[in-house]
């Protein structure tokens, strides 16, 4: 695999091959090194847009999406945004499914990219800015009720390997040559777990010693099988409490949590002071990297992924207005 060099026919080729920067400041003095791929650089500003291509592609080659046909996907808005994206380069109609609790950043890029925004209120006591796995199951019965009425063509991207192989055969070999083979340890937040799973495949393909961490909210320790006290949290986008179809347990070495006001410090920081302006999953991800780092065996290197842009987050106190 290579960079695409040169002038790019369409939108579609610029997604991959995503920064990777070593947080040098916020990582200073620590026995391991941090690295952070940049995955806000990605034309729908988040890391949902590899999946999104992926998913659509092979739904094209396996003559399962039809010319025209409608597509309708469940979604926390990156993939939303991602999906939208990609219809508006291939020419579907899309339709997002999404809570109202999700930011408005959020249906605000999916309808730009041309694609319809479907709104699902959320369970009695939640919260904006907070979407737990009460909510996510009113979206699902909404985007079931959708996916019939216009006999679409539904993603599915927590049970579609697409959204594992997009970070196989993209991030994970990204990460290995970025790192000239050096990356010791990978931890990423889970949703659909797609980026924790395809990069953990990829990175452990080419060295079984690297070392995998699955990032949780600190209140739904789920995956770990732990107790889970609450899935309202503030890191939107993953930490729902369920194990996802495509999720592989064997690539996983172990587990950390980060809580709520921990992710938003260390986001807040990365922006402040390493010139990385990423959302609350990005916050956690990073300081779950730096717990790794703080332990790790001198000559480390722990990598993550700054999952989408801070700008996504501008309605909700991440960053003082
Ligand atoms: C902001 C954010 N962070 C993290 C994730 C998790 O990514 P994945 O679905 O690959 O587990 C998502 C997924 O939608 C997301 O939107």
């Known amino acids: 695999m290579s960079r695409p060099a040169g002038l790019l026919e369409h939108a579609g080729q610029a997604v991959g091959w995503t920064p990777l920067v070593e947080i040098q400041r916020l990582g200073k003095g620590l026995p391991g090194r941090v690295a952070v791929k940049l995955e806000y650089f990605s034309p729908g500003a988040s890391i949902k847009d590899r999946p999104a291509l992926a998913i659509i592609e092979a739904a094209e080659r396996a003559g ?23 219809c508006a380069i291939k020419g579907y109609r899309f339709t997002a499914v999404l809570s109202v609790g999700n930011t408005p950043e959020r249906s605000q890029m999916i309808k730009a990219f ?42 599915d991207q927590f049970n579609n390997p697409g959204s594992v192989w997009a970070h196989r055969f993209g991030t994970g070999p990204e990460i290995w040559e970025q790192t000239a083979g050096r990356v010791t340890h990978f931890c990423s937040f889970a949703g659909s777990s797609g980026t924790l799973i395809g990069t ?56 950390l949590t980060v809580t709520d006001a921990e992710a ?51 309605s909700t106190g991440l960053y003082p207005a």
């Not at 597509?71 to 990609?86: D, P, Q, Y």
């Not at 979407?131 to 996510?136: I, R």
């Not at 995956?223 to 179809?245: C, F, M, N, S």
């Open 264 to 314: 938003k410090r260390t986001a807040r920081a990365l922006a402040a002071r390493e010139g990385i302006m990423g959302g609350y999953s990005t916050g956690a991800n990073v300081a779950a990297a730096l717990m790794l780092a703080r332990k790790a065996p001198r000559g480390s290197l722990i990598v993550t992924v700054a999952c989408d842009s801070g700008l996504k987050y501008l």
């Open 114 to 155: 041309g694609a319809e925004v479907v709104k699902v209120r959320q369970a009695p006591g939640a919260k904006p800015g907070q979407v737990s796995k009460e909510d996510l199951d009113l979206v699902e019965a909404e985007t079931q009720k959708r996916v019939k009425k216009y006999k679409a063509f539904r993603p």
């Open 64 to 86: 399962v999406l039809r010319k025209g046909q409608r597509i309708v996907e469940k979604t926390s808005g990156n993939m939303g945004a991602g999906l939208a994206w990609a």
């Open 200 to 255: 953990a495949q990829a990175l452990k393909e080419r060295y079984a010693g690297v070392r995998v961490i699955a990032v949780e909210p600190a209140q739904a320790p789920f995956l770990a099988g732990k107790p889970v006290r609450d899935t309202r949290h503030a890191i939107q986008g993953g930490g729902y409490a369920v194990e996802p179809g495509i999720y592989d347990r064997s690539v996983v070495d172990a587990y």
